[in-house]
């Protein structure tokens, strides 16, 4: 059977996560026929903008709905809660022609949430397990990492810009990374808006952290004014160097191929 | 079993299988009809025609491509031992059974039902109802032996699912009437999580009919769907056991998990009393029943409540007492769920016993509240000190005010009643005191302990520690 790849990009608030997910997901949509979930998994929600999308609600909203009936114990008796909560989060999922969309969102009220967010990871990994591509855009703490089936290839992209603390950012995420029971089979980097002088130096320092640097987002005039005017990043031009680069970083990815995936895994022997 | 007649696949590895939006054939109930249901009935044996499988309405190869339509599915057994309290198990089954089709999905339950049909499946072969209804009457017999005899009714009918959608909906709230009513001496198993053993590493939770874990979040009915599914996962089954006592919710297989899954800490537990043997709590309690030594009741706070509460100490600091997997008698995690059980620490006086709790908790439950104690039972709006409680309760007559005559005539229990509202808390039993935590340190044990002091100081004292 074909091997299902997750890629999550996480990284400091601000670096540009959102701008690599949205762009990937093109990359994906446009180059391929793979069926793709993108999940938000920024409580900020940002994705559904970038990619153009109306959300009818979130997983958060919903989780933070049952909370509330089961404070209120208006849940009918019998009914068990993970049955409820499946078909919500169905609800909730966003089927567009080209990918599905599911946004995480937050929770609300101060309630245990052990339970509800247990049934949430349990539901999401069926959920994902439909697909040959699951795109997470994770936000900075990795909270919505969790142990996942063994037949999900996980690979891990940390978005850095050129700031310092974009740099020991993903450095703890990198150490997160390993706390949080995943087997990641590949943490990389990719780095935003930097001086294409600084490149050398950046790969030398990452070498050295044992990170590989998987590509470069230059800077991108059209992109910084389509996000300033809140435009979706699929109208950008295909032209857009910054399109282009995020393109090249998909293939190296292997989101665009299965032998791209394999050579990315050591396994194309 | 065989499944060679069916056009498709059948089987577990299909459990979990979505059809997209794009992919699908049909949609049949979902979020856009407005009435759909599924229904299991017990029936006499002579009432069933075995096997018999019957459509009303049209037929999925009937169906316009991309269309959505009302389904209601009737699922009729019997059996000498087929009673109507196994209809909600029976009922459950069909999400799994119709999963296990290739190209079929199925969510939710009851009137919420939503299905759908692969275009691929159709396009194999899977055509009609009636390869459905196979399948079902095949898993069902050969799963559930009780099942002696079956029939399956589709409904696609607009008019006949309208018809038919009144009595089901009636089914479940008679169903689940005596849900809420079912008691712990009806069942065999309870079931425990450990969800939270991670930061309550000798916390257990055991959830009964009558008994809501402490989070409020899982009910019996949660925990049954749980182990069903997923046995080895945190939410577990603990056979009862031997009953010890039932009133005070005592039983051998609770004893037993609590000395497996606490490594021996807790090894005896009364599920009903916050006093003796109390069950453990764990981090995420809803609310907290305190002891006040003064008037000899339980007070009660949620974690939402904000500031002191009657006895000078916030949530946090109660919580703070127990929290942790501790069985601390008088300081007792619980849920507000809880509160609306018949069992509500019944070992201590049930509601008798409480004696403060907050105005929005007594809105919340106040119908579960004995009606001759409702008036009774002060909230913040009443008291906010001890003093003021004791004059409340005893202007009120609360039940707690009789207790306080007997304790006056047993002079061996001293229990604190100084008036001018101290701090002073008693402690019956064994107080333990950590020390250290990671890689040994201390515990300090305090054998039925009254401690006064006005300040207790407990610093870690570190080489070359700063001074602050």
New interface residues.
Partial sequence: MRERLVVSVAGKGGVGKTTTSALLTRAVIEKTKR?LLVVDADPVMNLPRALGIEIPTSVGDIASRL?KS????SL?????????L??EI??ALV?G?QF?FLAMGRTE????Y???N?LLTQIID??S??YELTLLDMSAGLEHLSRRTNRNVDVLVIVLDPSRAAYEAALRIRDLAKEVHIDFKKIVVVGNRFLPEMEDDLQKKLEEENLPLFGMIPNDDELSKANYLGQPLTELNSDSPAVQAVEKIAEKLGLLSEAAMLKLLGKDT | MSFEDIPVDVGVVYEGERVRGKDMLVELGGPKMEKKFELAIARDMGDIEDEKIEIIGPDLKDMEEGSFHPIGIVIEVAGKDIEPDLEGVIERRLHEYVNFVEGLMHLNQRYDIWMRLSKKSFEKGFNSLEFLGKVLIRLYKSEMNIIEKIQVTFITDPKIVDERYDDAINRYNQRDERARGLGDGEVDTFYGCSLCQSFAPTHVCTITPQRYANCGAISWFDGRAAARVDPKGPLYAIPKGDTIDEFRGEYTGVNQAYTEKSLGKVNSVALYSAFEKPHTSCGCFEAIAFVIPEVDGLGIVHRDFKGETVNGLPFSSLADSTAGGRQVPGFHGLSIEYMRSPKFLQVDGGWDRIVWLPQVIKERVLEFIPEDVRDKISTENDSMNVGDLKTFLKEKNHPVVERWVELEEEDEVSMATDASGSDYVAVPGELTAMVGGVGGGLEIIFKNAKIYAEKVIIRRMDKGDKKK
Avoid: M, P, T
Wanted: hydrophobic residues 20%.
């Fill in positions: 069926s909370r089961i404070d209120e114990g009918g008796g019998e009914v068990a809660k993970q049955d409820i499946e078909g169905y609800e089927e022609e599905d009220g101060e309630g245990c052990c339970y509800v247990r069926n959920l397990k439909n």
